[in-house]
Every structure is written in C-alpha cells, then in structure tokens.
C-alpha cells in the first residue's frame, strides 16, 4: 500500500465551482500533515498544514480523519489561478515529508 | 521575502560523470533537505542534514550521493557516477527547525545523457 495515495484526477472545474480533493495515508503514527501546491515545473509551496480541529484559510478548507486516516482540501469559489497539481504531505516524528503523487486541477472560464 | 535558492537551474551531463548541485537555504535556517521527482512521479525524499551531519536519508541516498555545507551559506549534493535514472529534478529546502515548515527552492533539472 503507498504511503500517502491520492486521486491523479485530473479535476476538470468551472470558475466559481467547489472542489474537494481527497488523501489517504497508510501510517497511523503520522504526525503533521500538509497541502502543497505545484505548479507545472516548479517547486512545491506550502499552501496549508492540516490541524485536528479542522482550518480554514481564506476559500480553502482542510480537515484531518485520523481514525480514517484521511486528508481532505476544499477549494471554494474556484479561481483560474487555482489550477495546480495537489500536494497531500504528511511526516511521522522525522525530518522527512513524505508526498503522494499529487491531483491535478484545472478551471476553465 | 527570504527564499531558498538554487543553481544550476538546468544541468546536463553524460553517464558517469559527477555534477555538483548547489543550493543556498534561508539564511537563518538549520535544517536542509534534497528531495527529487523524477518526472511525471511523486516528490521523493533523498537526505536531510542538521549541525554539519546527516540526520536521516533515504534507500535512495546510496554510495553515489553525498551532501555538505562548505561554508556558512551553501548546501551542496553532488553525485559522484550519474546514471540515466539520476535524470529527475532535484529540489533543495529547508526550516528554521524540525517542526516548522519546509521551503522549496525552484529546483535544478538534471538531465543525464
């Protein structure tokens, strides 16, 4: 089973619609979790890390299932600027980020 | 805003030789990191590197790789053999310290021929 598993997508969104992304991890004993951002060829960039209770940053919400172990992200409101590849990171009590493949997403106007 | 920074930004080389990838972390960070993504996959760990030591690497940080810190600014991972499958980006980061967010440079794409 892979570490940290998402959806590929891609997720293909109007402006102004609603999107949730999904990510499962195999290791109970995670500790942090994280939702990075890639643009295409670049480096990842931080857009949220993942609390118990639940945060919300502006139109994007994450939430965290640890008995699930399961990650989501809402994007509300979708922007032409949203359109990215996903990144669902998490980490045990190590230095290491451990990435899952990442889920395309792409709004059209 | 401070960034990490990495050169080259694009390396070409033949199988067999060494390259030198250079990175510069944020200025008051203490821990540095590699990563790679080979294209089309996912972001892999390779090595981290705290208090002049290396504190955790990856299978994939083999006999081939080694980094250091030769002076109070740089962060270097050279890999001593290349092989075709070293072809992949590789992305410097670091965090002021363990706990604390990880931040990517823009990458160098390393193409071995």
């Known amino acids: 089973r892979k570490e940290v598993e998402q959806d590929p997508g891609p997720f293909n969104v109007p402006e102004g619609a609603t999107v949730a992304f999904n990510c499962t991890y195999s290791?109970?004993?995670?500790?942090?979790f994280f939702w990075y951002r890639q643009d295409c060829r670049k480096e990842p960039k931080l857009l949220m890390s993942?609390?118990?209770s639940g945060n919300e940053d502006g139109r994007f919400t994450a939430q965290l299932n640890r008995a699930s172990q399961y990650i989501s992200l809402l994007i509300r409101d979708s922007k032409l600027s949203d359109s990215a590849t996903y990144l669902c990171?998490?980490?045990?009590?190590?230095?290491?980020?451990?990435f899952g493949t990442g889920t395309r997403l792409q709004v059209f106007p | 805003e401070p960034e990490v920074t990495q050169t080259p930004s694009h390396q070409v080389t033949q199988m067999g030789q060494e390259v030198i990838l250079r990175c510069v972390p944020i200025?008051?960070?203490?821990?540095f990191y590699w990563y790679r993504q080979i294209l089309g996959q996912k972001v892999e760990f390779l090595v981290s590197?705290?208090?002049?030591?290396?504190?955790?690497k990856s299978e994939i940080f083999d006999d081939q790789f080694s980094v250091e810190r030769p002076d109070g600014s740089n962060f270097t991972l050279k890999i001593r053999s290349t092989k075709l499958e070293d072809s992949a980006m590789y992305f410097c980061?670091?965090?002021?310290?363990?706990?604390?967010?990880?931040?990517f440079g823009p990458g160098t794409r390393l193409l071995v021929l």
């Open positions: 980061a670091s965090s002021p310290n363990r706990e604390e967010t990880q931040y």
């Open positions: 290791n109970s004993a995670s500790q942090s």
């Open positions: 993942v609390y118990s």
């Open positions: 990171v998490v980490s045990y009590n190590t230095d290491k980020l451990i």
């Open positions: 200025s008051n960070h203490l821990y």
């Open positions: 590197f705290y208090n002049n030591e290396i504190s955790e």
